[in-house]
């Protein structure tokens, strides 16, 4: 029916001529793989979006849990602000069908933002999103959230681009948080760990 590219366009396209969002990070190979396609954000507050070419294709993301009941049973409650952004047909074009991830309440696509969510919850969140994940079999073990190492924003307003690592943004909105943690190095890509 569609491609997935072009279930993403379109929400890119309407969510910028609607004005949901002012802030994009777009995500591509292992950080994809692990937590979704991007985050979106509007007056720092965040989303975040798997698009798939249609409704079918939600069950796939379920084989990516090493148990995904108890990945439901869990996050469940929290996922006001994860999505499934979707194609389907109104008549004959592309409409955009939304869906919460483990919920799978549906809401209307200019509703999206009211669902957003604060950065230290959605930090949380993704953190035990990530923790439920499977192991990636490309790469040294299962995604964290240091895999996540650049964010790229954009503002409707004045059309300012932004551009940093993950670290630079995490130690800038999370100071708190972030000192609790320091970063590691490995063969791969950096990692964070608790402080002991």
Known sequence: MFWEKTVEYA??????QA???????????????GAGDAIFGKDAKLLLIEFKASIDDLKTERDKFDDYPTAKELLGNSDDHHFFVYGRKDESRLALGLQNFFSEKTINFTDIHKYSAGQIFFKKYLLQFLALRKRDER???????????????????????????LSEYAQHIFPSIMNEFEITENSDSPGMKPRM
């Open 19 to 33: 004005e949901i969002v002012d802030f994009a990070s777009p995500m591509s190979g292992k950080q994809e793989r």
């Open 11 to 16: 929400f890119l396209w309407r969510a910028a």
């Open 139 to 165: 790469g040294a073990g299962k995604i964290q959230l240091s895999d996540y190492t650049s964010i790229i924003g954009f503002n409707l307003d004045n059309k300012i681009v932004q551009a940093c690592t």
